[in-house]
């Protein structure tokens, strides 16, 4: 079955980076368009940036020039570098579809997230 794992998360200052993971299995990742998605307190979960299956990247204006996505196909893991993060940024980070047509229809099952929290 779909399996999807976060990981990388943690407590980190403003102005600091973090490189999330996710790992995914059951899946032939290579063909599938993957995003990574936030959810902070009390809001909704919002995509944060995607990528297809053949590298074309899209971020939101909240992370653009600050995150970058990349995949690696050959040990179906999906990245989130983030760099220069700001307070807003804290949420739990989940990957998944990599838009919101298709995570709509068809989701994987959500994993458990990681957490990020953004703190002096």
């Known amino acids: 079955q779909v399996q999807l794992v976060e990981s990388g998360g943690g407590l980190v200052q403003p102005g600091g980076s973090l490189r999330l993971s996710c790992t995914a299995s059951g899946i032939i990742f290579s063909i599938y368009a993957m995003g990574w998605y936030r959810q902070a307190p009390g809001k909704q979960r919002e995509l944060v940036s995607s990528i297809t299956s053949s590298g074309v990247t899209n971020y939101a204006d909240s992370v653009k020039g600050r995150f970058t996505i990349s995949r690696d196909n050959a040990k179906n893991i999906l990245y989130l570098q983030m760099n220069s993060l700001k307070p807003e940024d804290t949420a739990v980070y989940y990957c998944?579809?990599?838009?919101?047509?298709?995570?709509?229809?068809?989701?994987?099952?959500w994993g458990q997230g990681t957490q990020v929290t953004v703190s002096s």
């Open positions: 998944n579809r990599g838009s919101l047509q298709t995570l709509a229809i068809r989701p994987f099952p």
